[in-house]
């Protein structure tokens, strides 16, 4: 009853999951969307429940890499396949499944220059979202990333922007985004969404800034949060969309046990996209909870004023990005090698 609760706010629940299983008993709470990204497929493909469709892939696939990406693109096609309905009852509003592009691109290792970076993100971005109905082609905030959203758009693709930590990387993101809109022949149907990370800025504060006051200390990402939906509902107000331009509460999912598993879940609902691993939405549906919206009441002023003056967004954005893409590009090297190790498996049963 829970997550049917939160929905009656006005709050949409993505899984944070493309487990073909777990979408399905997902969509039976109320769920009606989903999102990938490379950490979800390496753990997909490890737990060795895709063995077959991988090794009819890699009869295919010359490389490792392609067989990786081949195999995300069934398992995200799949799960595209399960929300279309949702898609097509709600005019394209909801029931998509974001396809994250390669984190390779960003990473420390990468040899590319930016303009590379750039020029690799739009020739992904359209090679994987092309014809695709109700697929979101999922970018990082990353310098290139952010570089490339106008052209993507301008193509004629739905947008997910993700690890968006910030101000300054949420208003670079949108106004790419509604530049390249303004480029299209036709403007609808036109969707964007903007993933704003939050208990990831709760361990950041708790690490950085322990000198925060109760009051504030684990309140940073929910205020953060609370704010870009403000903006993002202010900015899209008198745009001629048809369609909701929307925030994403990403990593909802709470990581200090001590703390009641939906904490981010109450503290946003109302409005919105919440994409919820697994394990919160059991969370959620166990507690039998009755959700109100929250999601545009902040805490006192004088807790606002304390994190303001306290928290670096700049420190803070740099810190959680470098993070971020390092959190994606691991476990992507460990895909390619496992699917490496399927592949000497396979010629050696041979």
Not at 38 to 47: E, G
Not at 170 to 186: F, K, L, N, P, S
Not at 313 to 328: A, C, I, Q, R, S
Not at 341 to 347: E, G, P, S
């Amino acid at each position: 009853m829970s997550i049917r609760s939160l929905v009656a706010t006005g709050t949409k629940v993505w899984l944070d999951s493309i487990d073909p299983d777990l979408v399905q008993s997902n969509l039976a709470l109320g769920a009606t969307g989903a999102t990938s990204n490379p950490i979800i497929i390496t753990d997909l493909i490890n737990t060795g429940r895709f063995d077959s469709d991988i090794a009819k892939i890699l009869e295919t696939q010359p490389t490792d890499a392609g067989a990786a990406w081949a195999m995300t693109d069934k398992l995200v096609t799949q799960a595209q396949d399960a929300f279309k309905s949702v898609w097509k009852k709600t005019r394209c509003d909801d029931g998509w499944v974001s396809f994250e592009l390669d984190p390779m691109i960003d990473a420390a290792e990468s040899t590319l220059t930016h303009d590379e970076r750039v020029d690799r993100y739009i020739e992904l971005g359209k090679k994987w979202g092309h014809g695709k109905q109700n697929r979101m082609i999922k970018v990082p905030a990353t310098s290139a990333g952010l570089d490339s959203l106008e052209e993507l758009v301008a193509a004629g693709l739905s947008i997910n922007v993700t690890l968006i930590f910030t101000e300054r990387q949420y208003e670079i993101a949108r106004d790419a985004v509604w530049r390249g809109a303004q480029q299209r022949r036709v403007l609808e149907p036109f969707k964007s969404v903007y993933s704003i990370f939050i208990s990831r800025v709760d361990v950041y504060t708790a690490k950085q800034n322990p000198n925060l006051s109760a009051e504030a200390q684990g309140m940073v990402g929910i205020v953060n949060a609370k704010r870009l939906w403000k903006n993002n509902q202010a900015f899209w107000a008198d745009k001629p969309v048809q369609l909701k331009q929307e925030i994403i509460f990403a990593s909802t999912g709470t990581k200090d046990p001590a703390l009641a598993p939906d904490k981010y879940v109450e503290s946003l609902a109302g409005s919105d996209i919440q994409t919820n691993p697994p394990a919160t939405n059991e969370a959620v549906e166990r507690l039998n909870k009755k959700y109100a919206r929250t999601v545009d009441q902040l805490p006192p002023k004088e807790v606002l004023a304390e994190i303001d003056a306290k928290v670096d967004m700049n420190h803070l954005e740099h810190t959680l990005m470098d993070e971020g893409v390092k959190k994606f590009a691991d476990p992507f090297q460990k895909l390619l090698a496992a699917i490496a190790k399927k592949r000497t498996a396979l010629v050696d049963a041979r």
